[in-house]
């Protein structure tokens, strides 16, 4: 099995379980996700914020339709978004309807999305530290 047929395998895993998880925030109010999940170790030990810290505010946010807003809290949420959309049309248009032929450079995407969470993750450190 190649990477595109694995990762389009767990991606529609993924996709049930997002769609369970969406459907249960919205039958129990989207703003209680934050009493549901704990306040960061990370943060709690060391005083600084760690690489996921804003990511369930972004969610959140998200789901509520504000893009900008969810960018600015962390921008791996909708950049995974955008990403896992794209990848998981290609793959179903390539499997089911032949249209691409090409593989979709899904390893270059995990490593710009490694990349994004790190930067970001940084400069929201740098920040804390200087503001």
């Not at 993924?14 to 549901?36: A, Q, R």
């Not at 760690?50 to 809290?73: E, M, Y």
Request: charged letters at 15%.
């Amino acid at each position: 099995m190649d990477n595109d047929a694995f990762f389009y395998k767990i991606g529609k895993i993924v996709l049930v379980i997002l769609l369970i998880g969406i459907i249960g925030l919205f039958l129990i109010g989207v703003n209680t996700i934050f009493e549901l999940v704990p306040e960061c170790s990370f943060y709690k030990t060391t005083g600084l914020y760690c690489p996921g810290c804003g990511g369930t505010r972004a969610v959140v946010t998200l789901l509520k339709g504000n893009w900008i807003r969810s960018f600015l809290l962390h921008p791996f949420v909708p950049y995974f978004v955008v990403v896992y959309t794209i990848f998981m049309i290609y793959e179903f248009c390539k499997k089911h309807f032949e249209i691409f032929k090409r593989k979709f450079p899904i390893e270059m995407f995990l490593y710009i999305g490694v990349g994004v969470l790190l930067l970001q993750w940084i400069v929201k450190v740098i920040l804390q530290l200087t503001l």
